[in-house]
């Protein structure tokens, strides 16, 4: 940024004194150039800092862009994440088979790995977010809490239709936050 | 200090909350390997990795079962948590621990 403003004083600066030898070369008169300084330096100024403020605006521009990307890209990756582990936890509740539960356990620290990760960002990005990746956390602690507090690797005990309903509502709630996470970063 | 590596020293694969739910449960966990643990020692860290994973009945039967006897500041004292695996795992123990008071 300081290099480009840089570049600029000394473009603008050579533009000028290029342009005064050019009407002393050809032989003008020399009231034709000779002028007042602070006239011939205000506009100079203002294109300087009229320049200086949009290359400011761009870069600002470009790393919040880029920043919003990185937050879309991650809440995309734990989206995905959540919906595998949500279709394993409906088929398991469906028809309780042995085999699924370590799937299940993987694709949950693989949630919470990602959590973290957006906790980390959050602590590190002066982003507002409106679905906090602490609440995420919390959220995510009342799904697993919900699939894995009962009938969890209980051969005899079937998931009750409550039970179900209740995995299935947070699975809902989280989902709808997330969007509108998403929402708030497009704006 | 004692060190507890769960899956080394009980199973690599925990199970639910109470003995008659299955193998390697919560209750079977803390009745023979942490409570005992936790008389015995000034200091415990129980090292939560290698496992295939927890869930929530076991945790809370091993965690909060050992807070609600002991109470909640005693355990959280005593016991030291490391999992480099699942970097929630430990505030969600911690809540099972501080939620065990009001049990």
């Not at chain 1, 977010?129 to 009342?142: A, L, N, R």
């Not at chain 1, 009750?160 to 998403?182: S, Y």
Request: aromatic share 10%; hydrophobic share 40%; net charge negative.
């Amino acid at each position: 940024m300081k290099r480009s403003l840089t570049l600029l004083a000394c473009l603008v600066g050579a533009l000028f004194l290029a342009f005064v030898t050019t009407l002393w070369l050809v032989g003008l008169p020399k009231s034709f150039y000779d002028f007042n300084l602070m006239q011939a330096i205000t506009p100079v100024v203002q294109i300087a800092i009229a320049v200086g403020l949009a290359i400011f605006v761009n870069v600002k521009l470009s790393n919040r862009s880029k920043r919003n990307e990185l937050l879309v890209s991650r809440l995309e990756k734990f989206e995905g994440s959540l919906g595998a582990l949500h279709g394993l936890a409906i088929e398991y509740m469906e028809n309780k088979k042995a085999e699924i539960e370590p799937k299940i356990l993987e694709a949950m620290k693989n949630l919470s790995r990602q959590i973290h990760v957006l906790k980390k960002m959050a602590d590190h990005s002066d982003f507002n977010f409106s679905y906090h990746p602490k609440q995420m956390e919390g959220d995510f602690f009342d799904y697993k809490k919900a699939l894995t507090s009962e009938a969890f690797k209980q051969a005899d005990v079937e998931y009750g239709v409550e039970a179900k309903n209740r995995v299935e509502n947070i699975n809902r709630r989280i989902e709808e936050k997330i969007i509108l996470q998403k929402l708030d970063l497009y704006r | 200090m004692k060190v507890i590596n769960i899956a080394r020293d009980f199973s690599d694969a925990p199970g639910a909350r109470y003995y008659e739910d299955g193998p390697h449960s919560g209750q079977e966990f803390r009745e023979t390997i942490l409570e005992p643990a936790f008389l015995e020692n000034e200091k415990i860290t129980v090292i939560l990795d290698g496992t295939e994973g927890y869930a929530t009945s076991f945790l809370e039967e091993s965690f909060g079962g050992l807070a609600r006897k002991y109470g909640p500041k005693k355990v959280r004292e005593k016991i030291e948590f490391v999992s480099e695996e699942d970097p929630l795992l430990i505030d969600e123990i911690i809540s099972y621990i501080e939620e065990a008071v009001a049990a």
